[in-house]
């Protein structure tokens, strides 16, 4: 039966630099990469080298700790570089892309006529697995666990976020497909969670084998981890699945046409953007090309492949993450202001009353990445949870894994959550502390204690 959630905190933060619902399709970009640093706990260990020619779907490297988990490569061409950083970890494989993607072929198959395991093993070798996650611990799922449910977001409410509904339209066949293959994979639902007071596209409303969930409210309504926790929270010993809506179409090319199609519609968006707009492009691809014909503005600018509150900086010419739909342009914040705090601020954004912008609610704001002070002590202010819509006291989980007690962090719900879900209280917090920083130490160390 189907659930209505009404997520009452949160916060919706308004930017300019939203994407105008066009989507350009340029010619395929020169270079690609794989990143291992987008997998969390990721050990990775190479199956190719310079030189190596390699089809969409060949395997570049698996992960030591489960050497069934293939990551494959997005499209045809050449191995041109293995870029190491300290310790010779490894940071990206480069491919030099040819003009026509060539694929390997796997075996077309309907998912509902397949075991769970003969599922299993396609998802394994053509390197789709790595786009189903986990939760706990935010990682790549193991395939030898059963979880007791598979949650979809169908809709994003991050700042600036690509529209669900328009990316995934005339993709439904493909999109049941990858539902039919998900529901071999769980005993319990597969949770579709769309927005309440919308027009969900067709391929969310008419999906079978799911249960349909409603959300309304501010961000993070849009967050997995905040519809798991309302919907079917996770206790000690439970696991969670999730995928993304553009992942799951991924998974039902490969059984209707048996390729690793690894194609994305990425919104690319931002104040430092002339023409914020849609791109249909592939998983890895240099952004070089994208940022030029979408108007980069010249100056000091902050790129990151994602959203603003919880995405990665990259260089300008450098490779959108394997889990992200969006690009973000914003000035960076490296000039002091005059009078700083003591100014009106009727231009800058402020979730209390200190600046006068509160006057105009609706106002699209141009944020940079000024912090506007250091760290300070970190006390307790009632700002986290204005804007953390779960039954979990944020700070102080927070300070139990700062003082790694296992105990109090299992008590205070350290399975429920992610970096994510703490984007919004780090950016309200009047201390400067990196939340998401110090989730994700927390949930390194729950799950080295328990491996």
Sequence with gaps: ????????????????????????????????????????????????????????????????????????????????????????????????????????????????????????QQLLKSGVWPFIRQRPYGTIANPSDTPKAIFISAFDTNPLAPDNDFVIAGKEVHFQSGIDALKQLTSGKIHLNVAANSSPAPAFTQAQNVQINSISGPHPAGNVGVQIHHIDPINKGEIVWYVQPQDVVIIGKLFTEGVFDASRTIAVTGAQLNQPQYYQTVVGTTIKNILADAGLKEGDNRVISGSILSGSQIPADGFLGFYDSQITVIPEGNKYEFMGWLAPGLNKFSMSRTFFSWLTPDKKHNLNTNLHGEERPFVMTGQYEKVFPMDIYPVQLLKSILIEDIDMMEKLGIYEVAEEDFALCELVCTSKIKSQEIIRKGLDIMRKEFS
């Design 1 to 120: 039966m189907s659930e209505y959630i009404k997520i009452k905190r949160g916060l919706n933060l308004k930017l300019i630099g939203e994407a105008v619902k066009t989507v350009v399709d340029l010619p395929i970009a020169e270079t690609f990469a794989i990143k291992p640093k987008d997998f969390v706990g990721l050990t990775p260990k190479l199956l190719v080298k310079v030189g190596t020619n390699v089809l969409a779907g060949t395997p570049l490297f698996f992960d030591k700790n489960n050497e069934e988990i293939l990551f494959c490569a997005p499209v045809s061409g050449e191995i041109i570089e293995i870029v190491r950083g300290a310790k010779r970890v490894i940071l990206e494989v480069k491919i030099l892309a040819d003009r026509e993607i060539t694929y390997t072929p796997f075996e077309r198959s309907d998912p509902n006529q397949l075991s769970r395991k003969e599922i299993i």
